[in-house]
């Protein structure tokens, strides 16, 4: 899958295979191909996630965006306000 082309453009939506077998659909933002690994913005989850480059099995560039409307990622730390920790002792 040549997705170099797709580094810093508009959005692309893949399909992708995980250890399990299993396939899914993220609508992603490329940011950099290197050493069998993609590192994308999923924009489903709001994250950057790296991916092997192996199990990307289709790669489409989605109609109706322009690079303007790309943002770019932020680097702001999740708040734990809020939320409740159990430490589980087996």
Request: proline share 6%; glycine share 6%; aromatic share 8%.
């Amino acid at each position: 899958m040549d997705l170099e082309r797709y580094v810093r453009r508009r959005p692309v939506e893949i399909v992708y295979v995980d250890s399990r077998g299993r396939t899914s659909k993220s609508v992603v933002s490329v940011y950099s191909v290197r050493n069998g690994r993609v590192r994308v913005l999923d924009w489903k989850r709001k994250a950057l996630r790296t991916l092997a480059a192996g199990r990307i099995v289709a790669a489409l560039p989605v109609a109706g965006w322009r690079v303007s409307q790309t943002p770019k990622p932020t680097k702001k730390k999740p708040r734990l306000e809020g939320f409740e920790f159990a430490i589980w002792s087996g």
